[in-house]
């Protein structure tokens, strides 16, 4: 396995990594934790995931597999992403508690601020102290990183970047859609952030149609 440099976290994250948004049977939760343990044997040691993902059942399988991963987690470190829509104090915090709760952990790695599609988004949740909450948890250690994931083009998203100490950034990136996001890649580069690259297939759409 290639592990990268996650911007300057002085994390090294495995070049592939494990997304919980897609499952063969979500209601299969052994057949779950297998598939994440057996990314785990092969290297992947960067897991992402959300709340939302099926109705929560996502971050339950991902907490029955780390079960097993602890076990090795002192050679072998992996680290956990999830994610919040919230736009008050209350709404982040329990975004973050129930993730912590149902994957078994007493923190996560990367803390997304999540689906910010427009820029209005991201200021509405700063007005109503959203944003200001995951500068609180990661100073409590609840977060170790926080991190922006976007739909925005380089336009709409390097005012954003420059508005707060994001560590990292996630953003859809394929063949698809390169030249629409080449200027945001471009600002996280020149900020020495961490990238994350999500969709890089078009939702399988690029390998269905070759």
């Not at 495995?14 to 598939?35: H, K, T, V």
């Not at 785990?40 to 897991?47: A, H, L």
């Not at 420059?162 to 200027?183: C, H, I, V, W």
């Amino acid at each position: 396995m290639i592990y990268r440099s996650f911007g300057q976290t002085g994390k090294k994250i495995s070049a592939i990594s494990c997304g919980g948004m897609s499952f063969e049977d979500i209601d299969d939760a052994d057949l779950c934790a297998e598939l994440l343990n057996y990314a785990y044997d092969k290297g992947i040691n960067y897991f992402d995931t959300a709340p939302v993902y099926f109705d929560g059942k996502s971050e339950q399988r991902f907490g029955l597999a780390f079960k097993e991963m602890k076990k090795h987690a002192s050679k072998k470190p992996f680290y956990v992403a999830t994610k919040s829509t919230g736009a008050t104090p209350s709404d982040v915090r329990r975004d973050l508690e129930t993730s912590l709760e149902r994957m078994g952990l007493d923190h996560i790695d990367f803390f997304h601020v999540w689906w910010v599609v427009k820029p209005e988004w991201y200021h509405d949740r700063k007005s109503k102290g959203g944003i200001a909450e995951f500068t609180k948890i990661k100073e409590e250690g609840l977060a170790k990183h926080i991190v922006l994931s976007s739909h925005m083009t380089g336009d709409e998203m390097i005012p954003i970047l420059n508005d707060y100490p994001f560590e990292g950034t996630l953003l859809g990136y394929s063949a698809a859609n390169a030249p629409f996001r080449e200027k945001r890649l471009q600002a996280a580069s020149d900020k020495g952030l961490g990238v994350v690259v999500m969709n890089p297939l078009n939702g399988g759409l690029i390998p269905k149609n070759p």
